[in-house]
């Protein structure tokens, strides 16, 4: 062989190399964007929106605040005491439909988004299938409380809960810190 026969190919293999590689990059990117819109089917369809998006006073009253999509309880809203409830099954919740009340204390709708300080941009795929399977923070912390629907989600294949996953990390980053859990005061009182 010459090395003008060499030369053409090695660039013809590199050509089909690179050719590949970018075919094999082209299907990666159709699959994650499939996954995205799986999952964000399933997040319209489990409706997390309500409780992890906002109220805001719009031209015709109360309306999501998409600004502040997914990012939970608003940092900035302190609420006043909860209301009182009358037996152990009664609940109440807050205007902006990110704070709920009842037995188990005081939750706050969580920061979907993926800001790694505040909302769950540092969580891995794993952390947030083991979390839904468990009803349990990154699998292993503290329950989450009502009314999260989590033994729902937990019944959804891993595909589901991947694509969830996905279409999260896909949205925009809101910073929002979202108050604590705080337990019933019975709990504190003991």
Not at 146 to 159: C, G, K, R, Y
Request: hydrophobic residues 40%.
């Amino acid at each position: 062989m010459t090395r003008t026969e060499i030369s053409r190919m090695t660039a013809t293999g590199v050509a089909l190399a690179a050719g590949l590689v970018l075919a094999g990059g082209a299907a990666a990117e159709d699959r994650q964007s499939a996954q995205i819109k799986r999952g964000a089917m399933l997040v319209a369809a489990g409706d997390c929106v309500t409780c992890h998006t906002p109220f805001r006073m719009g031209a015709n009253g109360p309306e999501k605040d998409l600004a502040r999509g997914l990012s939970g309880h608003p940092e900035n809203l302190r609420l006043g005491a909860p209301p009182k409830l009358d037996n152990d099954w009664n609940w109440a919740g807050s205007a902006t439909m990110t704070a709920f009340v009842g037995p188990w204390g005081t939750s706050y709708a969580a920061n979907l988004t993926p800001d790694r300080e505040t909302g769950i941009g540092a969580w891995r795929e794993k952390d947030f299938v083991q979390a839904m399977r468990t009803g349990k923070h990154l699998g292993v912390a503290r329950p989450i409380m009502p009314p999260m629907p989590w033994q729902a989600i937990a019944t959804l294949p891993d595909s589901d809960l991947r694509a969830i996953y996905a279409y999260l990390m896909a949205q925009p980053p809101v910073k929002n810190k979202v108050p604590d859990y705080t337990p019933p005061a019975s709990a504190t009182a003991r």
